[in-house]
């Protein structure tokens, strides 16, 4: 069932206002959720909200069967639930019990649809709910009273992102200052004989806490898994980014072309092309660290020299660079030394390490390695290594 605008229900929402003098309506915005479409395509983001939709309108029946859920016309991911008055006749209005009414649509919303997320995005996304009330003046149009409460909603939902995002702030000043930060030592092991080549320490927050992994607690150290050059094609040295591109168009060079002459001349940028979302390229080389429209090839040695990350994580490096950044790429140890299958990323060795961007770098031999990937990295912390 297609969810109405707003105003192809506007007769019966400013019913609701004149007969109980005021109106109030939650704001939920999928906005979070743009970010796949720009990654993927329009396809995969439409399968996603014809999955998501439904979600709302089961959100009003599990609540409140008498509100109207609708869409906000001027921002197509913003939804609106306009709330009846209570049920009870002579029950008082009180802000906080539509505080908690939306406290209770997120913790609905957030488990679920993070679910249907899951293949596109590494970390569940959060939706913030936001709530306005408005009461019913006969001195102006309903038209625009209904349109200051979906402002009011969505500043709220606004200030609502800014409280949860001091709280965790706040949260972590609380960790490191009472040294609640505990630390995993645990062995990089050489796959072929076992042998010990180095260890690494992993700082976490509190057990069983949301701040736990590293990544949440601190929010600055990142590692990307990468795609790198094939046998004879890998490389190593200093560039700077001379060049950043928003899915870039592809001009494979002549000497790919021999070596490949199926291959088109020129492909337009878009989801379908092999540079993916965004495109780095490094000096007067023809190399670029780009997206992909082959997330399988993550972790293997596929390219012609260049560096593929998904796309997800080539916006996000995107974001944190500069034309200026330099990119340093360390040598690696070669193909057939590495497990099958088990992701390089940036920081063992074939990967590019933009100064600037916030990312963990190691030599080869101290290289980490995540610990759900392959064999050779135990399960469990181990004590640290003996002097």
Known sequence: MLIPTFREVQDEITSMLRQQGYLAAILVDLAPLAHIEKSFGGAAFRSLREQVDPLLQSMRENFRQDDFVTRDEREG????????????????????????????????????????????????????????????????????????????????????????????????FEIIQ?????????????????????????SRGPRGSDVELPMVLFGQALRYGIGVGREGFTWNGTERISRMSEWPDWHPPSEMIDRQPYLPRFMAGGPGNPLGARALYLGKTLYRIHGTNQPSTIGTFVSSGCIRLINEDVEDLYSRVQVGTRVVVLPGRPAENVANGAPQSAANGAGPVPVGAPMNTAPPSTASVPRSYGNGITSSPLPPPGR
């Open 77 to 172: 991911d913003r939804f609106l639930l306009f709330l009846s008055g209570p049920r009870r006749g002579d029950t008082p209005f009180r802000s906080e019990t539509l505080r908690k009414l939306v406290g209770r649509v997120e913790e609905y919303l957030n488990p679920r649809v993070g679910r249907l997320t899951l293949p596109y995005l590494k970390e569940r996304p959060v939706l913030v709910a936001g709530y306005g009330v408005v009461l019913w003046s006969p001195l102006e149009s309903p038209e625009r009273q209904i349109l200051r409460l979906v402002d009011d909603a969505a500043t709220c939902a606004l200030m609502r992102v800014r409280i949860r995002e001091r709280d965790q702030r706040e949260r972590l």
């Open 178 to 202: 009472n040294r609640e930060i505990w630390t995993a030592f645990q062995p990089i092991v050489d796959l072929k004989d076992g042998s010990v080549l180095a260890w690494e320490g992993l």
